[in-house]
């Protein structure tokens, strides 16, 4: 059985989405859906993606800042 865990995260550019992207499937993680919105002056990638049910959430979040600092 598969977990289905909505992220969302601010871009500081929109080709940071594509960096955020590889970095989903790095992880091992299947993206369903990818968004790039623009909302108040910023930049937010939205994704759907698709994990294994022995990933955590703040698994995912922790592995996606670090790969972004």
């Not at 940071?16 to 993206?31: M, Q």
């Not at 002056?41 to 996606?64: G, P, Q, Y």
């Amino acid at each position: 059985m598969c977990l289905v865990v909505g992220l969302q995260m601010l871009c500081e550019e929109r080709g940071s989405f594509l960096e955020i992207a590889d970095g989903i499937k790095g992880l091992g993680l299947t993206i369903l859906k990818g968004v790039i919105k623009s909302r108040n002056d910023k930049i937010w990638a939205h994704f759907t993606v698709e994990a294994n049910r022995d990933v955590m959430r703040m698994e995912i979040f922790v592995s996606l800042v670090s790969l972004l600092d």
